[in-house]
């Protein structure tokens, strides 16, 4: 019988970890992002493959630069916000890194649309 390889989430960094744990701590609609970020989390635990892949070509080159991506998806949250993320994988664990989360319209700016 095959086993699976556990799946982990993280943040890209320490700094953007603590924004998530501050909107947990916040006004309404920042914990209602907080719940909907929490949701995605344990979606993409389920199923990497959950969101939806983004086109290369789309690619913020910061992305490229800064983190090395090989792979780009976005996972559509509560109230038009996107939570983008990269799937990094090896013998033993898949380890989905979330990089930003966006209002849609900031989305739109970043990814050029």
Known sequence: MKKEKPVLVTFRDKKLEEEYEQLKKSKYHDWQLYTSIERAISEIKKNPLKGIKIQKKLWPKEYI???????LWKYNLRGSW???????EDEAIILNIILDWFSHKEYEKKFKY
């Open 82 to 88: 996107r939570l983008i993320y990269t799937i990094k």
């Open 65 to 71: 630069k800064k983190y090395g991506i090989t792979n």
